[in-house]
């Protein structure tokens, strides 16, 4: 399971090893119609997290923020409109649209293999959107997904563009999809290509639990570019103290200036190769005991840099 940084939670959220376990266990089994078991393992979902469930669906539930079965209606070039209902809606954070896979092609009633039910209950056997680990089931994901843009493109203009969109295979994978623009434009996989597919057993990783429960419940929170912003003013805060501290010292604004500005470019050398792994960061910890020897290793260090060759000190 991927363990992209996130920043969406501690290791440890409090849920029960073996709650988690017990779920996987009973919904990895599942299969056939996928409207049999949606609805029933999205509640037990969300119990598993500790998140609100949805809302009982009114009269008129295309008024809900958060419900099943929410109706949107299609508008089409000549005017008219087709209705339509997403899966699982909660406005401001996803539209989530649900298909249930089978885990091997299904058996046909007549089938000779088949001596555990009577013919006519043979007739009622669902095999599923697709077979797993098949072309099938891939290309039916992806039309899975680009019905859930459909339906978020379908949604009333004040509600806006929800930042997720989740393509579920009941008990079998979550699909994790965002677009932070508000445009709707480019739902692409989150946190990346690595992470987005997210399996039943992923469940048992705090962090995987962490990013859905935001998901649910704080969408922006998951915004990268905001997390830039968080991280940049940070540390330009730290900046600022360690400028204020050295200046305090007598050292002039300017001075202190380009030094930060120095530390910083090897920081970015050191993170772009051109320095070796940690180099800096192992150069400036062997100086706390040692701060005499401070300033005349960082001169040899950023000489080296200048002019080129091995630093041997």
Not at 84 to 89: F, H
Request: aromatic content about 8%; charged content about 30%.
């Amino acid at each position: 399971m991927s363990g992209s940084d996130t920043g969406t939670g501690p290791r440890d959220d409090g849920i029960d090893a073996a709650a988690v376990d017990a779920f996987i266990d009973r919904w990895e089994k599942s299969g056939g119609s996928e409207s049999a078991n949606f609805q029933m393992f999205a509640g037990e979902l969300c119990d598993l997290l500790g998140l609100p469930g949805p809302d009982p669906s009114e009269e008129r539930n295309e008024y809900n923020d958060y419900t099943f079965e929410r109706r949107i209606d299609f508008k089409h070039d000549d005017g008219s409109t087709s209705p339509g209902r997403i899966d699982l809606y909660r406005r401001g954070c996803f539209v989530m649209e649900a298909k249930q896979s089978a885990k091997r092609a299904g058996r046909k009633a007549g089938d000779p293999r088949q001596t555990d039910m009577l013919p006519e209950d043979a007739m009622q056997v669902r095999t599923g959107t697709a077979v797993r680990g098949t072309r099938g089931w891939d290309g039916a994901m992806r039309a899975a997904k680009r019905q859930a843009e459909g339906y978020a493109r379908a949604l009333p203009e004040e509600h806006g563009w929800p930042p997720f969109v989740l393509v579920v295979d009941v008990g079998h994978v979550f699909e994790v999809y965002a677009d932070f623009s508000g445009q709707g434009k480019n739902y692409a996989q989150f946190p990346d290509r690595e992470g987005y597919s997210i399996p039943l057993a992923g469940l048992r990783d705090p962090e995987v639990r962490a990013r859905l429960r935001a998901v649910w419940t704080d969408p922006q929170s998951l915004d990268p570019a905001r997390r830039s912003a968080e991280v940049t003013r940070d540390i330009a805060e730290r900046l600022a103290r360690i400028a204020r501290s050295l200046e305090d010292r007598g050292r002039h604004p300017e001075e202190v200036a380009e030094f930060l500005m120095r530390c910083l470019f090897t920081m970015f050398a050191e993170d772009v190769g051109l320095l070796p792994e940690k180099g800096f960061e192992t150069l400036l910890g062997g100086m706390v005991d040692t701060p005499q020897h401070f300033a005349p290793a960082l001169e040899g260090l950023w000489q080296v840099m200048d002019e080129g060759g091995v630093q041997t000190g």
